[in-house]
């Protein structure tokens, strides 16, 4: 079958974390908990609703869906109109539209590696050619972007698309709203992308890009429920832009690609959004408990801006996220040597990875034996 494959997708692996049952999940940045009952209630009560309309398509435009995603974007302070609004299976799929508009063919992709892994994924299926940039700042972190280095790579590779995250996956860094204006500076003919998957994660007074949007027609911010809004199953994921680039992506999607339930189910979703979004100061506490105690039993974890950290100072990232798999707490290997992530979770599934690493003894940590 290699053989009738695309020939740039042969040899390729699929994007996939495991999905083990484990007692302590913390590996793909879900939220760890269940959506409260009042909104169950309401979710099944919109389904019903809809229920005996299932046999005409959906609408196409999911006009309702995107007032509801521009009202919740305007909490931030920042006007976003209904038409500035996209949304689709997850923001994989928004990413996926953003690419056969903008990309394919002959056109070329730029982000800064680590980051998120399936922006590469997602530019090879569209064949857009992906350029790796690199992160580093000299005297400052290993995982962070200064405008220099940043807009010195833009002009080199020249890219139709830029992907920037903030906070980014898997290092939680978030990003200088500077970097984002010079970038938009540096490509005059590349659609900026900005992942804000994590964005309601971020501590206090770090900016989002929307605040960017008005004047920038090649500017474009994605956000997602799967993370804060605890609501991962509902594959949603949407993105704010100017009404024009909107527009555009109506030529790319598969015609009625939000099913009447998914609409359903995310309008009665942002109709609790802050109940929605209540465990979001929980998580944010136990996720700086992570850096605190990582940092303490000698580790070298990154402070984050997302539900997740990242985390160094180990022997071997492989041998170690073994380790932890056997004491029942699944965290993710990002492939970056020395380094894994995870997720914060409950504070009891943070207690039990944090007394699985204290028990990991000096064998798996750099310098130590």
């Known amino acids: ?13 699929p994007y996939g974390a495991p999905q083990l049952d484990v007692p302590v999940a913390l590996n793909t940045n879900e939220n760890s908990y269940a959506v409260p009952p009042a909104v169950v209630d309401d979710i099944v009560a919109a389904v019903a609703a809809v229920a005996s309309g299932l046999n005409r398509y959906p609408d196409r435009e999911f006009t309702d869906l995107r007032g509801d995603l521009a009202a919740y974007l305007s909490r931030s302070g920042t006007t976003v109109g209904r038409e500035q ?3 689709g299976n997850g923001s994989n799929e928004v ?7 903008f990309g394919g063919q002959g056109r ?6 680590p980051a998120y892994s399936m922006h590469p994924i997602i530019a090879a299926t569209t064949g857009t050619t992906w350029v790796d940039g690199m992160r580093g700042v000299p005297g400052g972190g290993a995982f962070d972007l200064s405008v ?18 903030s906070p980014n996956n898997p290092t939680g860094t978030a990003l200088p709203l ?3 204006g010079a970038v938009l500076e540096a490509a005059p003919r590349a659609v900026v992308v900005v992942d804000e998957a994590y964005a309601e994660f971020a501590r206090p007074g770090t900016p989002s890009a929307l605040t960017l949007l008005d004047g920038r027609p090649r500017l474009v911010v994605t956000r997602t429920m799967s993370k804060a809004f605890a609501f991962a199953g509902g594959r949603l994921g949407y993105l704010a ?6 527009d555009a992506l109506r030529l790319v999607r598969m015609p009625y690609h939000l099913s009447t ?3 359903a189910i995310a309008r009665a979703a942002l109709g609790h959004a802050d109940t929605m979004l209540g465990t979001v100061d929980v998580v944010k506490a136990q996720r700086d408990r992570i850096v605190d105690t990582l940092a303490g039993l000698g580790l070298d974890p990154v402070p984050s801006d997302a539900n997740f950290v990242l985390f160094g100072g180990l022997r071997d990232s492989h041998t170690t996220w073994q380790a932890l798999l056997d004491e029942g707490v699944l965290v993710r290997d990002v492939g970056i040597a020395h380094y894994l992530r995870v997720t914060a979770g409950t504070p009891e599934e943070v207690t039990a990875f944090l007394d699985a690493v204290a028990a990991l003894g000096p064998d798996h940590l750099e310098g130590q034996s």
């Not at 079958?1 to 692996?13: H, N």
């Not at 990413?95 to 508009?101: E, I």
């Not at 832009?241 to 909107?246: F, N």
Request: charged letters at 20%; hydrophobic letters at 45%.
């Open 95 to 101: 990413l996926l539209h953003l690419l056969q508009a």
């Open 261 to 263: 339930p998914t609409q």
């Open 1 to 13: 079958m290699q053989e009738l494959l695309r020939e740039d997708l042969r040899g390729r692996t």
């Open 178 to 180: 500077e970097i984002v």
């Open 85 to 87: 609004v996209w949304a």
């Open 241 to 246: 832009a100017d009404p024009e680039l909107v």
């Open 148 to 165: 220099e280095s940043t807009v010195a790579q833009v002009e080199q590779a020249d890219p139709h698309l830029v992907f920037l995250c």
């Open 108 to 113: 070329t992709a730029l982000g800064f590696t």
